[in-house]
């Protein structure tokens, strides 16, 4: 199980802004250079869209940094992990909000950080499951588990 609130959002949200960030803050960069470069050459128009470009990245930089992007509403999620699926029940104010069966073979990736494990079924949506929220089992279990579904796709992101 785990408990979406927001302070479990934002931890794991920095860890995958900050990624995106990074290379916005590289192309901002490199477009502000080229602006600067084209204005000083006598490329004036050309120069100043390049430049206006590059500050909007910086801006959009800031923001994000800034500001959470993801909901600030609590949720309790369940994980049912069978041979071939998991089942994920999310709860809200205690009722079933959603169901859903997701294969093994159809996840995008698991990445397994040092307290919880990211379940991505997609490229961007993913599902938090804290490790010290588990009721049966052991972690160690689950992770030899679904590294044996997943092989490749399961990535450690921390010491084990």
Do not use: H, W
């Amino acid at each position: 199980q785990s408990d979406l609130n927001p302070s479990v959002v934002k931890k794991t949200q920095k860890n995958i802004i900050k990624k995106s960030l990074i290379t916005i803050a590289i192309s901002s960069v490199i477009i502000l250079f080229c602006g600067t470069l084209m204005f000083v050459m006598q490329e004036n128009l050309l120069g100043a869209v390049f430049i206006a470009l590059g500050s909007l990245f910086l801006i959009v930089i800031i923001i994000l940094s800034k500001k959470s992007v993801f909901s600030q509403k609590e949720y309790k999620v369940f994980f049912d992990f069978d041979e071939d699926l998991i089942k994920i029940t999310s709860f809200e104010n205690n009722e079933i909000a959603s169901v859903s069966k997701v294969f093994y073979k159809d996840l995008e990736k698991i990445e397994e950080r040092e307290d919880y494990i990211l379940i991505y079924i997609n490229k961007i949506n993913y599902f938090i499951l804290e490790k010290s929220k588990m009721v049966e089992g052991n972690f160690s279990e689950l992770r030899t588990f679904l590294y044996g579904k997943l092989n490749t796709k399961y990535k450690l992101m921390c010491k084990v």
